[in-house]
């Protein structure tokens, strides 16, 4: 699947403040100091692994924001399968400019692949039901464009930007506002026709009032076992879009989405990957 490039002015904030914290007040003193100036090479990021890819968008940005004469060429896109020894990127033209970027450059790839292939793990264990993998706000602060795309990457979708994006009543908001009626009763009555309303129960006696009350277009079933799932998306009847959350894993995500929601949503995505190891060869 060939995916749209966010525009580099978006990332390029990012990637500069990433490269800034590395590179320091004085630039990278040892590329300065034992390498002669005006030398050229060719270099190649490779992986180590069979991943997913992701992150050679803002790998290249981290080099031409160095050096904007490196010829980059991106071998293996973003979003598609790799192998351990497969070339990603080559990067050709002022070895010191190379060799500054380097760490920012694999530091960002090499964990977006690494959210990019848990992703696809767990889209792989829905296969045959409708449930679409998605992620949270659990995201790195400052990194979460990149994070998000991702999981794009992975085959999965997209959960909220930010607290901005979309109302979603959680079991705080409902304790402070007075209970699921208050909340219900506030949202029918400020919310723009435009916004979308998500709410979250923990019991199917909760969900019977959110049903009830109306005005909810998607519930999030917060931590409920696979029997109570089956029970809640029977209650919902396709009046609700259905949301699971809660102790999603590799293991436990084939029974969730046999349930029959929607979409499973994991912080995991985003918090707790393994960063996908690649190397920059010279």
Known sequence: MTFAALPDLVLEPLVRAALMEDLGSYGDITTRTVIPAGTTYKARINARETAIVSGMQVASLAFRLVDQGLEIKTVIQDGTPCRAGDTLMEITGDAAAILSGERVALNLSGRLTGIATLTAALVAETKGTKARITCTRKTTPGLRIVEKQAVLHGGGFNHRYSLSDAILIKDNHIAAAGGIKA????????????????????????????????????????????????????????????????????????????????????????????????????
Do not use: C, W
Not at 187 to 196: G, I, L, N, P, V
Not at 247 to 265: F, P
């Open 183 to 282: 909340v219900l009763e506030a949202t029918k009555s400020q919310a723009s026709h435009m916004m979308k309303v998500e709410i979250e129960v923990d019991t199917l006696a909760q969900l019977e009032d959110v049903l009830s009350i109306g005005g909810a277009d998607v519930v999030l079933l917060d931590n409920m076992s696979p029997d109570t799932l089956r029970r809640a998306v029977d209650m919902i009847n396709g009046r609700l879009v259905s949301e699971a959350s809660g102790n999603v894993k590799r293991e436990t995500v084939a029974e969730i989405a046999a349930t029959g929601v929607d979409y499973i949503s994991s912080g995991a995505l985003t918090h707790s990957y393994r960063t996908i190891d690649l190397g920059l060869d010279f």
